[in-house]
């Protein structure tokens, strides 16, 4: 029997810390409604990303996908640079 590859999230966001060894911070901003007065506003949540030989740096913007649990915090993986 064939194991089946999970479709796994992607998400895009911008690199603001590199000071770990192999981990980058990834703030990812989205938009959110409020429940009650239907306004928008902005939502940044910082994912910690695994980057194998330290490529990435701070302002990069970066595309990284969900992986399985590398450390205690970390369960993404960056995969490529958009600018």
Not at 20 to 44: E, I, L
Not at 57 to 63: A, F, I, K
Request: hydrophobic letters at 25%; charged letters at 40%; aromatic letters at 8%.
């Amino acid at each position: 029997m064939e194991k089946k590859e999970a479709h796994k999230r992607k998400l895009e966001g911008t690199v603001v810390s590199e000071k770990m060894a192999k981990t980058r911070v990834v703030a990812v901003d989205r938009q959110k409604k409020h429940p009650r007065y239907h306004k928008y506003y902005k939502v940044t949540t910082r994912y910690k990303a695994h980057d194998e030989e330290n490529q990435y740096h701070t302002g990069d913007v970066v595309e990284m996908q969900e992986s399985r649990p590398i450390s205690r915090e970390k369960r993404w993986v960056i995969v490529r640079k958009i600018k």
